[in-house]
């Protein structure tokens, strides 16, 4: 069965501290991965997104990801956070099948809390 | 450039009673989707449409109707409203790009729903 794991529910942070957040899938085909975030009361807006070429994807706000197919992971990194990253964030995997029709399947999310 | 535009943005139902959920994109997509959020569990989802005229069933489809107007226009119904639906209801839309490559899903600021 296909799935997307996040690994944390919740990650608190200092400001100016680095933070890694975690996302592991399982798919027997092949993938596109995606970052998303979600600000309190708002939609869903594109960080950062791996569909081919370097495994190692920069996204917006400083956020990066690097995509390792050995460990179907799909890791979300930045060096140093603001207080402003404080958002739920969530992976999200689409499957390269001829019936995918763009369909997303979505982690649990993890919460960050930025803290000063 | 207003995107993925969601009606309403809050909503109290009591129970058995019946609501449509308005979408429109106009970034001339041809896959339309919607989505419901929960906690801890991240988007789920209900129904989409590969292109306009079809419409096929999601993950959690069970409790609601779909109706994909026109190109612009996807819309959820929910016939008797249970309290089990409250939630969070995004829609999205994405652009097929070739054979099954889309563009990334841009979301609308969704529909905060409660049935008491």
């Known amino acids: 069965a296909q799935s997307v794991t996040q690994l944390d529910s919740q990650v608190p942070v200092f400001e100016e501290a680095p933070v890694e957040l975690r996302c592991n899938y399982s798919?027997?085909?092949?993938?596109?991965l995606f970052w998303y975030v979600q600000y309190p009361n708002q939609g869903l807006q594109l960080l950062l997104k791996y569909l081919s070429g370097s495994t190692l994807v920069k996204g917006i706000n400083g956020f990066e990801a690097e995509f390792n197919k050995s460990q179907t992971s799909f890791h979300l990194r930045k060096p140093s956070v603001h207080i402003s990253d404080t958002a739920e964030y969530f992976c999200a995997v689409r499957y390269m099948t001829t019936d995918s029709w763009g369909k997303l399947q979505f982690g649990a999310g993890t919460q960050v809390v930025v803290t000063p | 450039n207003a995107g993925v535009t969601q009606t309403p943005k809050f909503q109290v139902l009591k129970t058995g009673q019946s609501m449509t959920l308005q979408c429109a994109q106009d970034?001339?997509?041809?896959?339309m989707y919607w989505y419901r959020q929960d906690p801890g569990m991240g988007l789920r989802l209900i129904y989409y449409?590969?292109?306009?005229?079809?419409?096929d069933k999601g993950e959690v489809p069970n409790g609601y109707n779909v109706s994909r107007l026109n190109k612009r226009e996807f819309s959820l119904r929910l016939e008797s409203a249970a309290p089990s639906q409250t939630s969070v209801y995004f829609c999205a839309s994405s652009e097929a790009l070739g054979a099954g490559v889309y563009t990334e899903a841009f979301f609308g600021q969704g529909t905060r729903l409660t049935v008491v």
């Open positions: 798919s027997s085909v092949s993938v596109y």
């Open positions: 449409s590969a292109s306009e005229g079809t419409t």
């Open positions: 970034m001339n997509h041809n896959s």
